[in-house]
């Protein structure tokens, strides 16, 4: 199938009148009806009158790459460190200590988890708009840190089900949190790339977390205290200051950016908003309401996008939590070394999701970009599932690392290149992190210790999730081209904006 892609303007069109390009391209979106705001802000109404050279325009997007996705990709990494410590600990003595070892305690202690971050995540994003990202991220992200150190001083399996509750109430408005920030912050034939950027953080410093994590259970015995008690400890108390430091380290959304602290000056702030504005017109927000936000869900898409979140997550979650297991109890490896392997795919998987990223924002295609990635995964889960070599399943996680952290950037780009409003960007974001989450619920079952060294289950549930993911971005794409080309013809509006057009 040829590739389906958004028509912004090439390069070639530049010398078309920008009336007709805006019409005929649908490279400037103008917000109609009651959704119409007007700037009243000064510098920010000068902005817009204003072309933006190209030298400012590559210094400022310069500044917020690296304020904005670097502070991104380590908050986001805390839901990836947090499993990344628990799979670990859960090779060590952890689950015998807790109890967690009887029946399908330590899957509930993991799905709790997202059952709760399920519950407050629509919440947790439109608190990110409410009290601002400086404040709001900071705030749980001590929280977070708080309730990790009291993890490594717990005795029972009761008390760890309590905190994972606790946790992921405190985790629920990080990822979809930023994922809202960061499609504020970019256009979209720059979203990609961003995203991939967050991601490689978040993998980064998760492999590394995996590296000191095994160097923490060397702490075994030190001062009365197992070695997993050591992970959580330090994981606690490294989050802690890391929550202090985001106060001023987070950057607030681009009509306020000049806010933060020594970040963005007043009319750099208005440049920021500017091109925002004129590449899908939904820089200014409107006052908040609930029926704003809930309306959306009325729009099939979305749930669409959300759904390809869960069977996105069916496979990442799997991977995430039970990695060490397939390498200890599957591969034969000892619970030391299975720690210090699981690291390696994951800085692996920072070559493929930046590069297919720079391909995707570059040719301005999506869904082709997406579907490779879940071919790539599925070759990796077969040589996982059906090779007989260790070495040829351990190549399997790398090619299944590699593409899931790639369409995690994919698909956040996807979902928020076709979106266009403040709320509906809110209420998108926390319904694909909560189906994403479900698919975690779904994944943290599917790695069954009796099928161990083969893992069936997990492999074609693999399998199958991403066959039906590459069915539904080839039925959204298809959808996409032919309402573009019922706008190109016809005086159809999409997503409310005029002249705004789908990518895929």
């Keep these: 199938m040829a590739p389906l892609k958004e028509d912004f303007p090439s390069p070639q069109e530049k010398g078309q009148g920008v009336e007709q ?39 400022l997007r310069l500044k917020v790459d690296l304020r904005l996705c670097t502070i991104a990709g380590i908050l986001c990494s805390l839901n990836l460190l947090d499993s990344g410590v628990i799979s670990s600990a859960s090779v060590t003595s952890m689950l ?20 709760s971050s399920i519950a407050f995540q629509l919440p947790s994003t439109i608190a990110v708009r409410t009290f601002g ?36 109430a405190a985790m629920s408005g990080i990822y979809p949190g930023l994922t809202y920030l960061i499609s504020a912050w970019y256009t979209r034939e720059e979203q990609q790339l961003r995203f991939a950027f967050m991601q490689s953080g978040e993998v980064i410093v998760l492999a590394t977390g995996s590296l000191v994590n095994y160097g923490l259970n060397q702490l075994d015995g030190r001062s009365g205290l197992e070695g997993w008690r050591w992970m959580f400890i330090v994981q606690g108390v490294c989050t802690c200051v890391l929550g202090v430091a985001t106060y001023w380290w987070m950057v607030d959304f681009p009509e306020n950016a000049h806010r933060s602290f020594w ?49 996105q997550n069916l496979v990442s979650t799997a991977l995430a939590y039970f990695v060490p297991i397939i390498l200890q109890d599957g591969i034969g490896y000892s619970s030391d070394m299975a720690i210090i392997l699981s690291a390696p795919p994951y800085y692996w998987a920072v070559v493929p999701v930046i590069i297919s990223s720079w391909v995707a924002d570059r040719f301005r295609i999506r869904g082709p970009i997406i579907t490779f990635n879940a071919m790539c995964l599925i070759t990796g ?10 070495v040829a399943r351990y190549v399997g996680v790398f090619l299944a690392t590699g593409a899931y952290v790639a369409n995690w950037a994919a698909l956040s780009a996807y979902q928020a290149n076709n979106i266009v409003g403040q709320w509906k960007r809110v209420f998108t974001a926390a319904a694909c992190t909560a189906l994403n989450g479900a698919g975690g619920i779904a994944g943290s079952f599917i790695v069954r210790n009796n099928e161990a060294p083969r893992y069936v289950t997990a492999v074609w549930v693999s399998i199958g999730s991403h066959i039906g993911l590459i069915s539904l971005v080839a039925a959204l794409s298809i959808h996409f081209y032919f309402a573009n080309r019922a706008q190109k013809s016809g005086p159809r509006i999409l997503e409310k904006t005029e002249g705004f057009r789908f990518t895929y």
């Design 21 to 59: 390009q805006e019409c005929e391209r649908g490279s400037i979106g103008v917000p109609v009806g009651e959704d119409a705001l007007v700037p009243d802000d000064l510098p920010l109404a000068d902005a817009l009158a204003e072309p933006i050279d190209p030298e400012v325009k590559r210094r």
């Design 263 to 311: 970040f963005l000056t007043p009319e750099e702030s208005a440049i920021a908003t500017s091109r925002i504005h004129k590449d899908r017109g939904d820089a200014l927000i409107d006052p908040f309401a609930f029926s704003k936000i809930l309306v959306h869900a009325l729009d099939p898409k979305v749930w669409v996008f959300a759904c390809l979140f869960f069977l």
């Design 133 to 168: 990202p400086r404040v709001w991220f900071a705030t749980i992200t001590v929280l977070f840190g708080l309730i990790t150190l009291c993890t490594g001083f717990i005795h029972t399996w009761q008390q760890m089900i309590v905190l994972r509750i606790l946790l992921g």
């Design 96 to 115: 015998s200590d807790l109890g967690l070892g009887e029946g399908n305690r330590f899957s509930v202690s993991i799905f709790i988890f997202t059952v």
């Design 381 to 390: 889960f077969c040589m996982l599932g059906f090779a007989s070599d260790p």
